[in-house]
């Protein structure tokens, strides 16, 4: 069934086409926005000024979504990995129907239950307090830094799992019979055996959930108002507070670099697969 | 066929595997471990249910609670007042509800039409850079969106189409380009080549063949893109704040104005709008998502 590859590209022309009006032109307009001055010269100095405001901000953003990141990976793993290798029936039966609830909760409404939840007297601090577990003055507000990353790992640990065990439940069940069989722990059967098999699927979650969070002005919106804040904030800010498209489109080139970095990685990962192939 | 040998072998494993490791201890002790091992696991769901529902239950609270101050635990009186305000047929909340499953099925539409021929050319045809071009659909995702956004909204100012309903299905249309080009792109390549091929021997021409073949068995793989692109619509907040500001208010905007104005009644209650079909949605999604077409998405 080889084709020229004409019609292919005739069929995918249009998708092509609305990411080419939708995100290559704006993209550009950005680009040459933070570039150049207004007498069209180009210049870094909307770089220099970015960089002295909002720095402070910029390694914020980089902390919460590594973090973020490392923490929705570990915890997906730990689940993905409990439905696949787990001898308990109940357990599985009750974390496979557990797991996925925030799936497709949107991040405005995740951002909503845990301004309420974590509060300094929300349904947490309470909960600690009446099960004796906390004294009702060392209740603190989460709704800092810590509650953006807790918001987020809430909410994209189930897309990770998600993928991540049906990549698990599709490899050979050969192979981790073969290691159980030969005595390794069910630990090290998850590490080595399981885990290098669907790190592919790992990545492009990880990848996919890296920059989405990256991209969310709601959750550090509602969730944490005060300083410092993320970079989608301050552009937001930017344009809102003072039409400042110049220093605004700086901020959004650093924040391209940083997805940018990520999306090589994966990049570099997948010709590497390709080459293995 | 191999799923069935697969599955076989599953339900095989754990009458094999315990049986080296219980052999060895004395009676007393196995069941001191079994116990302690089984509390350890009740106690770790419950921890994990915890931190899972615990936000979601404070959202009912605060949509039944009718006056909830700072040293009371519960709220202070319940009552169903506020829901009958979000709910009044003239309300904003109403208005908005429609604005927004509006925009979200035209949102479909519009990324369905372009998605299913660039999937099935992605999946099945010989392409120059398929690589760059799968990582061009993530791109829209893959770039901070807000940067993007502002763009947009100055070009759309421009050409008029800020604050109408078509400029913000455009934006989320591309938005979710990226779950239903992948998604429909893994569910082509999930398809047995050789139905198709049979198709093809016994004479059905290539077009017969797409839409009484490969379609059909893409389909579920490509009503789950659907899905994606509804909720990632409904969900969207961001295009929208740029975009549509300040004629067309979609939920999540109603949403973030009751929030931040310290309405929490209201903004709890539209949370739980947006959350039914968010749920619904959860709980259907592995019957249209197999194993098979998710092994394969990225690729």
Same mark, same amino acid.
């Given at each position: ?8 590209l ?6 092509l086409?609305?990411?080419g ?6 993209l550009g ?13 180009l ?13 402070? !901000? ?42 996925r609830?925030p799936?497709?909760i ?37 709704? !800092?830094w ?29 192979t ?10 069910? +630990? ?14 790992l ?8 920059? &989405? ?14 300083? =410092?804040?993320?970079?989608?904030? !301050?552009?937001?800010?930017r ?21 940018? &970095?990520?999306?090589?990685i ?9 080459a293995?192939a | ?17 315990? +049986?080296?490791v ?20 009740v ?6 249910a915890?931190? #899972? ?20 635990? #519960?709220?202070?009186?319940?009552? &169903? ?35 299913i ?22 791109? =829209?995702?893959?770039?901070p ?13 421009s ?34 080549? !050789?139905?198709?091929?049979?198709a093809r ?14 379609? =059909? ?12 692109v509804?909720l ?13 500001v ?10 973030y104005?009751?929030?931040m ?28 998502l ?10």
């Amino acid at each position: 069934m080889e084709r020229p590859s004409l019609i292919g590209l005739a069929l995918i022309a249009p998708a092509l086409a609305m990411i080419g009006a939708l995100f290559l032109y704006p993209l550009g307009f950005s680009l040459v926005s933070a570039f150049t001055e207004e007498s069209g010269r180009l210049s870094l100095t909307h770089f220099q000024k970015a960089y002295e405001l909002y720095s402070t !901000d910029i390694l914020f953003t980089l902390f919460i979504v590594i973090v973020s990141t490392l923490l929705t990976g570990l915890i997906s793993i730990a689940i993905a990995g409990i439905l696949t290798l787990s001898e308990t029936p109940w357990l599985i039966t009750a974390l496979r129907n557990l797991y996925r609830w925030p799936l497709f909760i949107p991040f405005i409404v995740a951002a909503q239950c845990m301004r309420t939840f974590l509060a300094k007297n929300g349904l947490m601090n309470n909960s600690f307090v009446a099960l004796g577990l906390m004294e009702p003055l060392q209740a603190t507000s989460f709704l !800092d830094w810590r509650g953006i990353i807790v918001t987020f790992v809430w909410k994209q640990v189930p897309f990770v799992t998600l993928m991540l065990a049906g990549a698990m439940a599709s490899i050979d069940r050969a192979t981790i019979e073969a290691g159980r069989n030969l005595g390794a722990s069910r +630990l090290r059967v998850l590490i080595e055996i399981v885990l290098p098999q669907v790190f592919q699927t790992l990545l492009v979650g990880l990848v996919l959930s890296f920059v &989405t969070m990256l991209s969310v002005l709601s959750v550090p919106m509602m969730v944490a108002g005060s300083q =410092p804040t993320m970079l989608t904030v !301050d552009m937001a800010f930017r344009i809102n507070s003072y039409g400042d498209y110049a220093t605004a489109n700086a901020l959004g080139v650093i924040s391209y670099l940083i997805a940018g &970095t990520v999306a090589w990685i994966y990049l570099r990962h997948n010709v590497k697969q390709g080459a293995q192939a | 066929m191999s799923g069935n040998v697969r599955t076989s072998l599953a339900s095989a494993a754990p009458a094999s595997i315990p +049986l080296p490791v219980n052999q060895g201890l004395p009676a007393p002790r196995v069941r001191f471990w079994a116990y302690g091992s089984t509390l350890f696991k009740v106690l770790g769901l419950g921890a994990f249910a915890f931190f #899972l529902f615990g936000p979601l239950a404070n959202l009912v609270l605060w949509s039944f609670a009718e006056r909830w101050y700072a040293p009371f635990k #519960l709220p202070v009186t319940y009552g &169903t007042r506020y829901w009958e305000v979000v709910f009044r047929p003239t309300g904003d909340a109403m208005s908005s509800l429609l604005t927004s499953v509006g925009i979200a099925c035209l949102t479909v539409l519009v990324a369905l039409a372009v998605s299913i021929p660039a999937g099935y050319a992605l999946a099945r045809l010989k392409l120059p850079w398929r690589t760059a071009l799968m990582i061009l659909f993530l791109l =829209p995702q893959a770039f901070p969106s807000v940067a993007i956004y502002i763009n947009v909204a100055r070009v759309f100012y421009s050409i008029g189409l800020t604050g109408t309903v078509p400029g913000v299905v455009l934006v989320h249309a591309a938005h979710g380009l990226v779950y239903s080009v992948w998604i429909a792109a893994a569910a082509f390549a999930a398809v047995d080549r !050789d139905l198709e091929l049979a198709a093809r021997n016994i004479g059905a021409s290539p077009l017969r063949t797409f839409f009484t073949i490969t379609l =059909p068995l893409a389909a579920p793989g490509i009503m789950a893109s659907a899905i994606f692109v509804f909720l990632e619509s409904l969900d969207e907040f961001t295009g929208t704040f740029f975009v549509g500001v300040p004629q067309v208010t979609t939920l999540p905007l109603l949403l973030y104005n009751a929030s931040m104005g310290g309405n929490y009644q209201i903004a709890s209650i539209t949370a739980l709008i947006l959350l039914v079909p968010s749920v619904l949605f959860m709980l259907v999604i592995e019957r249209f998502l197999k194993a098979d077409v998710l092994s394969k998405v990225g690729q």
